[in-house]
């Protein structure tokens, strides 16, 4: 048995039993079949096809390319190292073994790395090893994960803890900045899931892709962005129509009408994250779980679409902020109420809108089959780029908003007027408690002495027991005792 093809089934495992002579090996569109196949089962294989590209890393397809250039390198740098000691009449003869035993490796390593044709083949975006792939990526990602969730925790505590009161405006920053670390988390998921998996993804990146976790975190990914676009859509068109009808002082616009946009912000970026999942899971395409601008239609249909909403969400905003500033006098938006706020949603506009620019074009440039780009470049680009906003919107309220400080300021007071009243109200208990405690041993003590003046009456008159009776009684009734408050 030379070729053997069990493409399309349902298998979970296969057996290696009898199979050692195989040549011809194909497996694809068995989705359940996970696991990693040895190559050692197989010593004869010459082409194989199999239903992920992590099982082709068992077979030399990652790594056997870089061990030859590798001992390439060393032995051309051993060679450098030989004529500049020979210049110096320090070369020294060397066993001839020594080369022999190279060039059998070498040519070992061309035959492994020629012998097995195996699709589809790893990649940046199927890698064996590392999911980041560098460590720049990884503390890239690691700084952003950590920065998110620390900014928008202060950023969400101060708009929704603060006693001070909250207008519509804050109400967006707060709720943009909720969604900020939802991306956050699901970048944290991806940092996760490469250190619990370091140097052996191999080994569980088809049950990762597969998952329901991968899933999940494209979910949150997708959501997060474009939640967070639209919430700063609908904050922009709010500064503008704010300040288009009152300069000196706030309008009290209609808070409901300004919660229902919201409504349906959240409930357009949910149905636009659960389309992949009802399209063909465009999320398992690849271990980063987000659909990627290249390879089936679907998936690059998806993503330009998704590109060309979101840049209509940029136009109006900016369309909407240039004609807000055209209309102004010099000097005149210093004088709108809350221009702080105009202004930094001027700032996020600004900086949402750069940081966009780079997945916009990867996406163009795929629709335009523009292959100048590397894979390595667009991977760090969905790393790094696409969540880094999550990071910078809450930096920028914080170092340069001043309603960050004031509500700040606000909730410690706050926070100290409670944790004094709490420590007061303690003080308060324990002083009833004690005066409560001395009441009762007032009691007692007061009782205890009635009945022993009872008791001292002489027993000798044994024949008048009902006087003594009648005389406990009394002295027991007689004791009059006030609760204590």
Known sequence: LLCRDVSSNLLSSFPVTGLHGLTHLKLTGNHALQSLISSENFPELKVMEMPYAYQCCAFGACESHYKVSSQWN?????????????????????????????????????????????????????????????WLIRIGVWTIVGLTFICNALVSATVFRSPLYMSSIKLLIGLIAIVNALMGLASGVLASVDASTFGSFAQYGARWESGIGC????????????????????????????????????TKSSIASVKIAIFFCFMLALIIAVIPLLTGSEYGVSPLCLPLPFGEPTAMGYMVALVLLNSLCFLVMTIAYTKLYCSLEKGELDNIWDCSMVKHIALLLFTNCILYCPVAFLSFSSLLNLTFISPEVIKSILLVIVPLPACLNPLLYILFNPHFKEDLGSLRKQTLLWRRSKHASLISVNSEDIEKQSCDSTQALVTFTSASISYDMPTSNSLMPSSYQMTESCNLSSVAFVPCH
Do not use: Y
Not at 76 to 98: T, Y
Not at 219 to 248: M, Q
């Open 74 to 134: 060393k032995d051309e740098n051993s060679s450098i190292d030989d004529f500049h000691r020979k210049d110096a009449g320090l070369l020294q003869i060397q066993d001839e073994r020594d080369f022999e035993d190279f060039f059998l490796d070498f040519e070992e390593d061309l035959k492994a790395h020629h012998s097995v044709q195996c699709s589809p083949s790893p990649g940046p975006f199927k890698p064996c090893d590392h999911l980041f792939g560098s």
């Open 215 to 250: 899933q999940i975190t494209g979910l949150l990914s997708i959501f997060a962005s474009e939640a967070s676009i639209f919430l700063l859509t609908l904050a922009a068109l709010e500064r503008a129509f704010s300040v288009k009808h009152a300069t000196k002082f706030e």
